[in-house]
């Protein structure tokens, strides 16, 4: 970080209190539909979808300063005034920081693919408490797109996501909507590494849910 530069920087998005749920109107003035976009990494998706899109909100969470800053720059550059970055653990955010229903697509793209078994555990998008604060996140019909090139990874939440009752697969092949590269999409297709892309609708859930899907964030 710059020694003289501002902090935080405009757009960046940190709650006065940590331990309640954030209000959407915190973050955005409007009521435009909300696009999330978690581990941004340093940021050139979102930025893109944001200027593609100005008619639409988006927060892009991240758990480096350095790379949340990046994100930051971009959107003062761009003055993109519909773009937040919040630096945060996106498991905290999403299971405990934001409200039910704020999200109408959320992107997860290119996560770390932890490819030894010991560390399995923390592929997200395999851990049925992360789909579930996803599944509570989303607004009806809400979408999340999740795209890895770790073929371990991608069967395995393919295999979770068949026992959950949580989402809907739809179709996405490249090129089906305008869909900026992400930087690490970018790094890896030059390797030339493949990309496996899942598009998932969220479902309306009747039934057992699991437990930590009803506790709101006052409760803990
Ligand atoms: C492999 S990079 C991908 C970045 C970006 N999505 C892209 O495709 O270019 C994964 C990013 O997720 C961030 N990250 C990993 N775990 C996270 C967590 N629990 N909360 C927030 N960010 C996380 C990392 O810091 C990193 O920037």
């Known amino acids: 970080m710059p020694k003289d530069e501002a902090f935080p920087l405009p757009y960046e998005f940190y709650p ?6 954030v209000r959407r109107e915190d973050l955005f003035a409007n009521s435009a539909p ?3 976009d978690l581990g941004c990494g340093d940021g050139s998706f979102v930025a893109r979808m944001a200027e593609h899109f100005p008619e639409r909100n988006f927060l892009a969470v991240e758990r480096l300063l350095g790379r949340v800053r990046k994100v930051s720059r971009k959107a ?6 519909n773009l ?15 409200p039910r229903g704020f999200a109408q ?19 997200q998008m395999c851990q049925p408490e992360f789909l579930a604060a996803l599944h509570r996140l989303l607004a009806p019909s809400g979408e999340l797109l999740f795209m ?5 990874y991608f069967d395995e939440s393919i ?14 092949a490249e090129g089906d909507f305008f869909y900026p590269k992400t930087d690490f ?13 899942l598009r998932l609708q969220r479902r309306e859930v009747t039934g057992e849910l699991p437990p930590l899907y009803d506790i709101k964030p006052q409760e803990i």
């Open 16 to 21: 006065d209190e940590w331990f309640s749920p």
């Open 159 to 172: 295999s979770v996501l068949e026992n959950c009752l949580y989402f809907t697969r739809l179709p996405w």
């Open 185 to 197: 999409e970018e790094q890896w297709l030059a390797q030339g590494r493949t990309m496996h892309r």
């Open 76 to 81: 003062v550059q761009g003055q993109l005034s």
């Open 34 to 36: 909300i696009e999330m």
């Open 84 to 98: 937040r970055v919040l630096r945060a653990d996106s498991n905290y955010a999403v299971e405990w920081l934001l």
């Open 105 to 123: 697509r959320i992107h997860f793209l290119c996560p770390d693919p932890w490819p030894k078994k010991k560390h399995a555990s923390r592929r």
């Open 148 to 152: 890895t090139d770790a073929e371990p």
